[in-house]
């Protein structure tokens, strides 16, 4: 099934119910028009969602659909037991205007209704979209509370099932970290550099950047859709009200209707759904690394990390939710690398993961991304240096232009044009320095194989021609002796309190925090 949001210009049902999106576009861009169509073709396709309306501009829906509206002129007021709420409108296919223009706390009202999703959906599974306006104001790109929802969803809703469009005036403002998980969305009009800037990152081609200058009212450009150039956004089939509705433009609520609000209103609970079929044969089996922190060691660092309860400032105490495993797919290379000398060589081990990463197993593990471009080529006489300067880590430059054999000329364009692609660390009294062996292993770390679910796996398994690629660029003139897939094993620790949720990962060799997401 498709939404048809323009001539010739559809997404696919699928991909917005469960994808990430975003519309973008300045004040009188036309954002909140376009926001108004993709709901009516969500209402049309019977598709259930939650529309978090921070102006009061969507309840008009109801003048067309079976919508209900939660906000102080709605049907229910935003008291409500919002996981009643959400498992009604997924029971019955309802969509939600979550009206919350009058509410004094708009952060941490969206944060609760998120956060009983999240949970419903951890439960069940169903598809569900939640369509955020003006998200820089609800995730900040500079974020004073830890655990932010909208965040979480954005990173981990994909996999319960939770779909999200985040629409934004200021995409400078909102959280990177939302704003990097949408693979397709609309950008309208923008005008201010830093806008145009923080968008860079969501477009192949970059010269659709110039366009956007020069956007008129209801004009976008799609990314991630079956559709290039900029398209004009169709008619509405409500009207769009802005930030007034309408008196006595709505129909009355149907006898559906009626007796959903009168569930929603009394105090018991409705029955939760029940949990979506897992899909089956889905678990692989795997070489870890042998862990040497258990998960004992796991749970006694994450109650270190809760939160106490501070009654004086109103503070929330965090409890332990859980505790999951994880693992890192990664590829063990082991290379023989020329020392300098004669016929001497040295045998060593690196992990790398997907995204061209190399493992530091001798401090904590964690993955440093090489400075190198990969894509830079090396003449002759780069090759040949880079290749002495490797094989010693440091090395005195002038000792290295003896050993690589160049003239003062060509040594020093090797030097520069070395330099200039990334390939040398430092050049420093006199030392030139090459510090990627600090990453490199003597032994095979000791393996063990596992039988887990795909869930359990962080990225995807690196490629063995990009591995090789890698290799040859870092170390050049090296040989590879093998290339074998392992994993590295994590923890998953997720805190509660307070409607918040923090989620960490630590790896099992030195029990210290990554920045790898869960």
Not at 49 to 76: H, N, P, Q, R, W
Not at 99 to 126: F, T
Not at 216 to 241: A, N, T
Not at 406 to 413: G, I, N, P, T, V
Request: proline share 4%; charged share 25%; aromatic share 6%.
């Amino acid at each position: 099934m498709q939404l048809n949001i323009g001539t010739d210009v559809n997404v696919d049902l699928q991909s917005v119910m469960t994808g990430r999106g975003c519309v973008i576009g300045q004040s009188g861009s036309g954002k909140s028009f376009l926001i108004g169509v993709i709901a009516e073709e969500l209402c049309r396709l019977h598709a259930p969602f939650c529309i978090i309306d921070t102006e009061g501009e969507y309840s008009s829906l109801k003048s067309m659909f079976e919508v209900l509206v939660v906000g102080t002129a709605g049907d229910i007021k935003t008291d409500i037991d919002f996981t009643k709420l959400f498992t009604s409108s997924i029971q019955n296919d309802i969509p939600v205007v979550l009206d919350i223009s009058d509410a004094l706390d708009k952060e941490d009202l969206v944060g609760k209704a998120l956060n009983a999703l999240y949970e419903l959906e951890s439960s069940i599974r169903r598809p569900y979209l939640v369509i955020v306006e003006e998200a820089d104001k609800l995730a900040p790109q500079v974020v004073h509370k830890p655990g932010n929802m909208l965040e979480e969803i954005s990173v981990r809703g994909r996999k319960r099932g939770i779909g999200l469009i985040v629409a934004t005036q200021r995409p400078a403002n909102i959280s990177k970290n939302v704003l990097a998980q949408c693979s397709y969305g609309f950008i309208g009009k923008l005008t201010i550099n830093n806008d145009v800037k923080a968008v860079d990152i969501l477009f192949e081609n970059k010269q659709e950047l110039n366009k956007l200058v020069n956007l008129k009212v209801g004009e976008f450009i799609p990314f991630g859709i079956d559709y290039q150039g900029i398209f004009s956004v169709k008619s509405r089939l409500v009207k769009h009200i802005g930030s007034t509705p309408l008196v006595g433009a709505y129909k009355a609520p149907s006898e559906m209707m009626s007796t959903i609000v009168a569930q929603l209103e009394q105090k018991n609970k409705m029955p939760i759904l029940p949990r979506a079929p897992r899909e089956t044969g889905v678990s692989t089996k795997i070489n870890a690394i042998f862990p040497k922190f258990s998960q004992q060691d796991a749970e006694s660092f994450a109650r270190k990390m809760l939160k106490k309860k501070f009654v004086l400032f109103g503070g929330a105490a965090e409890s332990l939710d859980s505790i999951e495993n994880r693992y890192l797919q990664m590829a063990l290379c082991f290379i023989r690398i020329g020392t300098g000398r004669r016929n001497e060589y040295k045998e060593y081990g690196a992990l790398i993961d997907s995204s061209g990463c190399i493992l530091n197993v001798n401090k904590k593990p964690e993955l440093i991304r090489p400075k190198f471009k990969r894509n830079a080529r090396l003449n002759d006489n780069e090759a040949r240096l880079l290749y002495v300067i490797a094989a010693h880590g440091k090395i005195n430059i002038r000792k290295a232009q003896k050993k690589s054999k160049l003239d003062d000329e060509a040594f020093d364009k090797a030097i520069v044009g070395l330099e200039s692609k990334g390939f040398i660390a430092e050049v420093k009294d006199n030392v030139v320095s090459y510090d990627y062996r600090r990453y490199l292993i003597r032994e095979k770390p000791l393996l063990e194989e596992k039988k887990v679910s795909k869930q359990q796996l962080i990225g995807s398994q690196p490629k063995e021609q990009d591995v090789k690629k890698l290799i040859s660029g870092l170390y050049p003139g090296s040989s590879i002796i093998s290339i074998e897939p392992v994993s590295l094993p994590l923890y998953k620790i997720t805190l509660r309190g307070g409607g918040k949720v923090r989620i960490f990962t630590i790896d099992a060799i030195s029990g210290k925090e990554t920045g790898i997401a869960g």
